[in-house]
């Protein structure tokens, strides 16, 4: 696995309707983000295949995309890794899925989950909430800036920071330990814009 980017896009189908999930995915890209997450927790098997395959098709091989929760989908749209929570597929069923050519990103919540995770073959190790955030209906309790930094210390994973990150505290949540910052929220109004400026904050 190669270094994780500083900036970590995340593209949820809830908050992205069909036609502006393709052209948010391109304009995140053309502004140079390289690894964007697929999440989808409403469609259908289907749909959330077709929406996968042409997000790969769009994007091509220069952005590595992630798929939240399936990994059987993840394989079957030939997307590069998978991401699963706590109350998903276990980490060690998921790896039996994708094989250890993919990526596979675990979410954490507190010093218990992150220690737990860090003895999988997860890739990265995602936590969060860091500060409040509106992505999710019942949000974890909020960790801060504490939280990543207890996090860093249980983990020589590369580490992604969730939750409430926007461009003003973005570099906090670095300095606090995080290897990348996963964005959901602040990269929706302008993709393009959003994007290259997260990108100049975190350098």
Not at 74 to 95: E, K, T, Y
């Amino acid at each position: 696995m190669g270094n994780l980017p500083r900036l970590y896009a995340i593209l949820d189908s809830l908050l992205v309707d069909d036609g502006a999930l393709f052209e948010s995915a391109v304009k995140l890209a053309s502004a140079g983000a390289t690894l964007i997450q697929y999440r989808n927790k409403s469609g259908n098997a289907r749909q959330i295949l077709e929406h996968s395959l042409e997000l790969r098709r769009r994007l091509g091989p220069s952005v590595k995309l992630i798929m939240n929760d399936r990994a059987d989908l993840a394989l079957a749209a030939g997307f590069d890794g998978v991401h699963v929570g706590q109350d998903d597929l276990l980490p060690a069923s998921a790896r039996k899925v994708i094989s250890d050519r993919m990526w596979l990103g675990v979410s954490t919540h507190n010093p218990g989950q992150v220690a737990e995770a860090d003895k999988t073959s997860a890739n990265y190790i995602a936590v969060g909430p860091v500060f409040a955030t509106s992505s999710k209906d019942k949000p974890d309790p909020v960790i801060g800036l504490e939280g990543v930094a207890r996090a860093r210390a249980l983990t020589k994973k590369p580490l992604v920071a969730i939750g409430g990150i926007n461009r003003r505290n973005c570099r906090l949540v670095i300095e606090a330990g995080a290897d990348s910052v996963a964005v959901i929220a602040d990269l929706l109004p302008e993709p393009r814009k959003s994007a290259e400026e997260f990108l100049r904050i975190l350098g």
